[in-house]
Structure formats: structure tokens, C-alpha cells
């Protein structure tokens, strides 16, 4: 179980070069993604959980919209429908999701986390917890509240194509 992970040095570092010495802003963005994403990776491994980084963040996503379709996942991550098909389908015989059909069409599959998912999504996001904690670790309160309205303003920049 993720729970009794402890946060270790041991990451991936294929890819890191360490943070940018150039005002690039999309190089410091990358920078930081990598790193999250490899010790997101390593505490869940560490953690004993047999879920991959998507995974959580599929299961999350259904935490989050219980009851929602697997067209409305593909269009929220931005990922193929074969491949969000295919871990979806992965995820419902591990027993973490379950399937029913819509009360108003039944053509419509409406998905949701199970108990033993419920259990396994707790221990995640104290995990997120702590690694967010130890992110902002350098960061006084007005300080991640500056960055956050910074990496919204970014998403925003990115999102309306400006």
C-alpha cells in the first residue's frame, strides 16, 4: 500500500539535466515535470502500489466525477480513446472500477471507483500530499499562492492559444 512510503532519492534521472540556466520558460516547466512525475512514480513504487502514475491519475479523475464516461476521461487527459479504453479496461479487471450502464441510455457506460479502489486512492493522495509539501517546501503561503495564480495564468496562456 502507497501509505508507509517514504520519500527517497533514488529517481529516474535519464532525462534530468538539472533545472535550466536559461529564462526558457517552458525548459523550467519541463524541468519540474519530469522530476514530479519521476518521484510520483518512485513514491507509488516505493509504496507498494501496483499503480502506474495514469492509472492514479485515471482513478483520481473518477474520485473526482463518479459516474462519468470514458469519452469524458479521454477528452479531460487530452489522451488517445484506444489507449484510455485499453487502461480502463485493465483498471475494471483489477476489480478498481465498475461499470454500470446509464439510467437513461443504455448505450452509455457510467464508471466509478470501487471500495478496494476507494482504499488504494486515500493512500495516493496523502502520497500527492506529501509530495506537493515537499515541492513547496522553499515556498512561504503568499509564495505557492503567487505560483499557483502564475501556473494558472501559463494554462490559460496555453489554452486559448495566445
Known amino acids: 500500500m502507497v501509505d508507509n512510503v517514504i520519500m527517497r532519492r533514488k529517481i529516474d534521472n535519464v532525462n534530468d539535466q538539472g533545472f535550466p540556466s536559461t529564462d526558457d520558460v517552458l525548459e523550467a516547466i519541463h524541468a519540474v515535470t519530469h522530476l514530479l512525475r519521476a518521484r510520483h512514480h518512485q513514491a507509488l513504487r516505493d509504496g507498494g502500489s501496483e499503480l502506474t502514475p495514469l492509472e492514479a491519475r485515471a482513478l483520481g479523475f473518477f474520485a473526482r466525477h463518479p459516474g462519468a464516461t ?73 509564495e505557492r499562492r503567487t505560483l499557483v495564480e502564475l501556473l494558472r495564468r501559463v494554462h490559460q496562456g496555453l489554452s486559448t492559444g495566445r
Open 70 to 142: 470514458q469519452g469524458e476521461l479521454a477528452a479531460h487527459s487530452g489522451r488517445d480513446k484506444g489507449q484510455i479504453a485499453r487502461l480502463l479496461q485493465g483498471l475494471r479487471e483489477r476489480g478498481l472500477l465498475q461499470a454500470t450502464a446509464d439510467e437513461h441510455d443504455r448505450r452509455i457506460t457510467r464508471l466509478q471507483l470501487t471500495d478496494t479502489a476507494k482504499a488504494e486512492m486515500d493512500a495516493v493522495q496523502r502520497l500527492r500530499k506529501r509530495l506537493a509539501r515537499s515541492a513547496a517546501s522553499g515556498l512561504d503561503e503568499p
